[in-house]
């Protein structure tokens, strides 16, 4: 299985813009999709966005269209997620998740982000 | 878009019961392309089946998943202490992978 592992905690203004890391224990960007799930505090999981890193082409959720980018750097096995305009209920865990189109069955450990004036 | 409703929102059982959580789609889902996830506290989310009814790695045979179209199951046969958890289904077949709102399976 596939080992992502994050980059650590953040806290920001608002307005200002995050950007979350995730590297992968090996070459998985041939095979792989990344997505990136964010999960406020006490509340469930919503779907951001997922890069194929292959194609280079990213979709995202209508709810983050305009302030989200996801990349992904083949050479490095390792994918971002940027977050603009952060506002205080961007407050939450972020993570990455990696899959071969069945399911994400590989996930980071999370990185709590933290917006606050 | 894609609406997943699950239920219930809360399930109370004893370890040794069986469980059965479901996720109902506002529309029909290709491919059957609906996955199910548990998730601890303080953990990530696992994934324990895709394709509506097919185990991940490592998964035991107690959860299994079932359904179609837009009515999918997940059961847990018989309860042990470590599946009191949070369950999500999710749907990946199209361009946009939503999440259920979750069901939290609690210990009674």
């Known amino acids: 299985q596939v080992q992502l592992v994050q980059s650590g905690a953040e806290v920001k203004k608002p307005g200002s813009a995050v950007k979350v890391s995730c590297k992968a224990s090996g070459d998985i960007f041939t095979s792989h999709t990344i997505s990136w799930v964010r999960q406020a505090p006490g509340q469930g999981l919503e779907w951001m966005g997922r890069i194929i890193p292959t194609l280079n082409v990213a979709n995202y959720a209508p709810t983050f269209q305009g302030r989200v980018t996801i990349t992904a750097a083949k050479s490095t096995n390792t994918a971002y997620m940027e977050l603009s305009s952060l506002r205080s209920d961007d407050t939450a865990v972020y993570y990455c998740?990696?899959?071969?189109?069945?399911?994400?069955?590989?996930w980071g450990q999370g990185t709590l982000v933290t917006v606050s004036s | 878009e894609i609406v997943l409703t699950q239920s219930p929102g809360t399930l109370s059982l004893s370890p040794g019961e069986r469980a059965t959580l479901s996720c109902r789609a506002s529309?029909?889902?290709?491919?059957?392309?609906l996955a199910w996830y548990q998730q601890k506290v303080g953990q990530a989310p696992r994934l324990l089946i895709y394709?509506?009814?097919s185990r991940a790695t490592g998964i035991p045979d107690r959860f299994s998943g079932s359904g179609s179209g837009t009515d999918f199951t997940l059961t847990i046969s018989r309860l042990e202490p470590e599946d009191f958890a949070v369950y999500y289904c999710?749907?990946?077949?199209?361009?946009?992978?939503?999440f259920g709102q979750g069901t939290k399976l609690e210990m009674k």
């Open positions: 999710q749907q990946y077949g199209r361009s946009l992978y939503i």
């Open positions: 529309q029909s889902l290709t491919s059957n392309y």
């Open positions: 394709g509506a009814s």
């Open positions: 998740a990696g899959g071969v189109g069945f399911g994400d069955e590989s």
